[in-house]
């Protein structure tokens, strides 16, 4: 049930003031956050020590904001009221940075003495300068062998002990550390706990020795974070944080700020706001762009730099005329949440109680991972949910915890068991369903450790939707489940029939190969659509499942979408994660490489680089979301070694594109490259 609580402080804590002239030709990066006298004084790289490590192995995830944390992170001398602690510790860790025993020992009696579960109380004993513990504190990431780790990095202000407490966290936690040589903050960072982030263009301004493309790919190695969307700051503010306006609040749903029509920063806010709209979320939707009012200045208006804190929402309200309507807001975009808001004195609008706290991640999480059914969903016999669920902890699964939770029309959830396939992937079925049939689904799941969980997150309250259609009469795809369980047949491929059903012709438009930015693989023919296929005949494609050269798999499924002139059908995609470690591309698999794409995001211009150790004929594409060809940038023949290509962003009749994603195709003979565009 949805519910919203109010905690009220009056507080007469004000942020130091700095005189105009003082802050005069101070330097962007050195007004973040109200930096001392002292501090400005400091040069830029005032030696701080860092130190670089090789990134995790592959597939990393960075955890996510709305994943399940273990604890927040707050520093003493606090910048938060003693209350909202309290609160926090009632139902999750909270961790305390202070300076010595003897702070410990005062900070637990000020704990003790308000109310805070003792229980839920641990300390880390570290110097720190700040308490801005999100700017500063750790980034959590999963390597590909399943082991949790802390990545560090540079933070962009003169502060060494805060710098150093991504390492102090790692060792209190007893896991891996590295080191991302990347200028970055906190502040300035959200992701969506699969293979997007997001941040201000401040990352470009801080990291010049640095390309975009550089920056772009060290988030990947070090986070997994393949889809970096770089935007402009519509705030307006020195500080240019991406929290001071926007926040991911799952994995396909953002929060941007808004202001009058009136205000001069309104075409930027709504520029930010139609980008997400226009992009693709790792769950193969578009974004669910949610807007709360943030007119600032007077009164501030501070209510994206909120935290959630597993099914808690905590949001700064100031006493303004608009903080109802912010919390409204938050119970728009997040049934099922309870919705908490908090006052306190020195909530400003470029820092408020976002940055001021830092979930660690429950590093013994129980994980569900789920490419959810969206949208319209041709009518089928039934409808198998695949789920790959993954604890952490090492604790085994009560198998009789694995559900399957669906509503029809909105009644009442029903639950289905869902059964083990491969290693940690599960399979569960929704019955048949009559054509405009809304079907609402989420995966539940506990294990031995305690731990329990669904997808998505808050499950019923919000579950994932889909409506049953009948797009396709006639057309059949058989199998419709492609299970790869050896790493032949991965490279070899596995053959797909498609044919009429009845005494009708199909026409089959293009195949749809939906999950690019996890998942590499293809099917052939590709770029011979549209095809008409005739009654009684039938088309064989097969499917190869590869990945880019040195480089290692990193999905277990996925689903493709062969387009008739009617809809489309489903083909899921099934690889045993065991296979994983062992798929390698043989040398002589791709011959055509690509090496580089600058800029990306591009708004007129990408520059293409395509490598080729040997003599060939090269076919290169663009194909936007869905797989349909948009531009052939060359069918032809190309020497040994590196070649430069351009796309102008236009389609073959010389029509700009819109702003979205486009995908790179190479093609040398049966050998195919892929690679992700991004056109703002």
Known sequence: MKKISLLLLTCLILLPALHAQEMHDIPIWKKMHYLNTEEMLLPHDNL??????????????????????????????????????????????????????????????????????????????????????????????????????????????????????????????????????????????????????????????????????????????????????????PLGEYIKHIDCWGKFLDVDKVLIGSVPESDPRYDDFEYVADYFADTISDWGAPYEVYRVYTPGYSPNTPYTNSLILNKKVFVPITGSPYDADALQAYEDAMPGYEIIGIMYGSWANTDALHCRTKGIADIEMLHIKHMPLWGNIQIQDDYEIIATITAYSGSALYTDSVLLYYQINGGQFQSVQMVQQLGNIYAGVIPFQDEGTEVGYYIHAADMSGRSMNHPYIGAPDPHVFTVVQMIPGLIVTPDTLLY???????????LRIYPEEEEDVLIDNINMEGWDEFYWWAEPIVTFPYLLPANDSLVLTVYVGIPVDQTLGFVQDTMFIESEGGDHEVLIIVDEDLISKIKVPDDLVTASISGIYPNPFSTLCNLMISLPQDARVSVYVLDNRGSLIRTLAENSFTKGEHRLAWDGQDVNGTDCPAGIYYLLVKTGEKISTGKLIKR
């Open 485 to 495: 369980t050896t790493h032949i047949q991965a490279v070899d491929g596995l053959k």
């Open 48 to 233: 701080k020590d860092f130190y670089p490590t090789d990134p995790p192995d592959h597939p990393v995830r960075m955890v996510a904001e709305f994943e399940h944390m273990q604890s927040v992170l707050v520093r003493y001398p606090f910048g938060l009221p003693t209350f909202l602690i309290v609160e926090m510790s009632q139902d999750c860790g909270v961790t305390t940075i202070v300076a010595n025993q003897s702070q410990q020992n005062t900070v637990s009696g000020i704990y003790q003495g308000s109310g805070a579960n003792m229980a839920n109380i641990d300390f880390i004993q570290a110097p720190t300068d700040s308490y801005w513990t999100r700017d500063y504190g750790p980034w959590f990431v999963i390597d590909g062998n399943g082991e949790f780790g802390v990545c560090n990095f540079p933070y962009n202000r003169p502060r060494p002990d805060d710098d150093d407490i991504p390492i102090e966290v790692a060792n209190h936690l007893g896991i891996e550390l590295y080191g991302m040589p990347l200028t970055h903050t906190g502040g300035n960072w959200m992701c969506s706990g699969v293979t997007q982030g997001s941040s201000t263009d401040l990352v470009w301004d801080e990291n010049l020795g640095m390309s975009h493309q550089e920056i772009q790919d060290m988030v990947d190695d070090y986070l997994g974070i393949d889809e970096y969307h770089v935007l402009p700051d």
